[in-house]
């Protein structure tokens, strides 16, 4: 029974998850909310579908960060309306929207890594900046 549950959960987080990405890009007129930089990233609901973690990535400085926080908490109530009437639930949850870094944590570790890759010598050459010669690869 818990595998079911659990499945089913997986369901309606998905479900939430998606239809908040489409209110969010559709419905919610707040220019604080700009939806080229804003991501709907998962949504975690409590068992009895009381409350809804929504963890949400924006790409930007931390200004911005506090204005997408500030305007999705202003519009939590016509939100979780607009979620209501999309969806087919007994409750429709509280949202509590929680900043997720992830994305800009994962484009600063693959920064870090191409600059490393450049810094290297690339693999036919020697240490010393020459080119390794075919006839020393061969002895070796």
Do not use: W
Request: charged share 40%; with cysteine; proline share 4%.
């Amino acid at each position: 029974m818990t595998n079911r549950r659990s499945g089913r959960m997986d369901r309606i987080n998905g479900e939430i998850r998606r239809e908040l990405s489409e209110i969010l890009r559709e419905e919610v007129k707040d220019p604080r909310v700009d939806i080229r930089l804003v991501s709907v990233l998962k949504a975690e609901t409590t068992r009895d579908l009381k409350y809804c973690k929504v963890y949400i990535s924006v790409l930007g400085d931390e200004a911005m960060k506090e204005e997408v926080r500030t305007a999705l908490k202003s519009a939590a109530g016509f939100i979780r309306r607009e979620l209501a009437s999309r969806l087919n639930l007994r409750n429709t949850p509280e949202l509590k929207f929680v900043m997720d870094d992830s994305i800009e944590y994962g484009i600063h570790i693959d920064q870090m890594l191409r600059k490393i890759a450049a810094e290297l010598p690339p693999e036919d050459e020697e240490p010393d900046g020459t080119a390794a010669s075919p006839e020393a690869e061969d002895a070796e």
